[in-house]
T-cell receptor, first 113, second 112 residues
Framework: KQEVTQIPAALSVPEGENLVLNCSFT??????LQWFRQDPGKGLTSLLL?????REQTSGRLNASLDKSSGRSTLYIAASQPGDSATYLC????????????FGKGTSLLVTP | DAGITQSPRHKVTETGTPVTLRCHQT?????MYWYRQDPGHGLRLIHY???????DKGEVSDGYSVSRSKTEDFLLTLESATSSQTSVYFC???????????FGEGSRLTVL
């Protein structure tokens, strides 16, 4: 069974810092990996999707990398802002279970002014 | 906007009563999913559908049933709600071949 782990569980940084969120998974035979953002009481917003054949994806200040062989992904946030405060979720797409996503428990990020 | 609507958004019910949550999509995407989100557990798959009348179980399907009689609607039913089913329920769709999932805003269910 695919296990997805996110470290750290919570992170607090001052505004302007660059930061890295980590995601690891136990089964490297993935189809893709997706990063989400979730604000309190809200749904999940898709941030980046990395296909298994790709090494990284970028969107604005966000950069996600994927190393399938080591079972790791990182989400890099440049020049953090208070508006980046949210929970960030990593999810791995497997070919079984109807191509559903297996989720990590998330990293809760607080960016202080 | 992924075109997903969940209803109701909030519901309080009593133990033993039936509850149905609805997920509606504005397109005709084949794959639809129901997840629940609980503190300490993250998001877990309940059931999914890969077409009209085609459904299958996920990781935490006990106590839940689903139906999909139309492409655009995926219903989640708790036949007899229990307090352990108090949770936030999310519906998701998978529009294309990339595998990217898009989620609805969630339905918060409280079972007293």
């Amino acid at each position: 069974k695919q296990e997805v782990t996110q470290i750290p569980a919570a992170l607090s940084v001052p505004e302007g810092e660059n930061l890295v969120l980590n995601c690891s998974f136990t089964d490297s035979a993935i189809y893709n990996l997706q990063w989400f953002r979730q604000d309190p009481g809200k749904g999940l917003t898709s941030l980046l999707l990395i296909q298994s054949s790709q090494r990284e994806q970028t969107s604005g200040r966000l950069n996600a990398s994927l190393d399938k062989s080591s079972g790791r992904s990182t989400l890099y946030i440049a020049a953090s802002q208070p508006g980046d405060s949210a929970t960030y979720l990593c999810a791995v797409f497997n070919s079984n279970s109807g191509y559903a996503l297996n989720f990590g428990k998330g990293t809760s990020l607080l960016v202080t002014p | 906007d992924a075109g997903i609507t969940q209803s109701p958004r909030h519901k309080v019910t009593e133990t033993g009563t039936p509850v149905t949550l609805r997920c509606h999509q504005t397109e005709n995407h084949r794959y639809m999913y129901w997840y629940r989100q609980d503190p300490g557990h993250g998001l877990r798959l309940i059931h999914y559908s890969y077409g009209v009348k085609d459904t299958d179980k996920g990781e935490v399907s006990d106590g839940y049933s689903v139906s999909r009689s139309k492409t655009e609607d995926f219903l989640l039913t708790l036949e007899s709600a229990t307090s352990s089913q108090t949770s936030v329920y999310f519906c998701a769709i998978r529009p294309g071949s990339t595998g990217e999932l898009f989620f609805g805003e969630g339905s918060r269910l409280t079972v007293l």
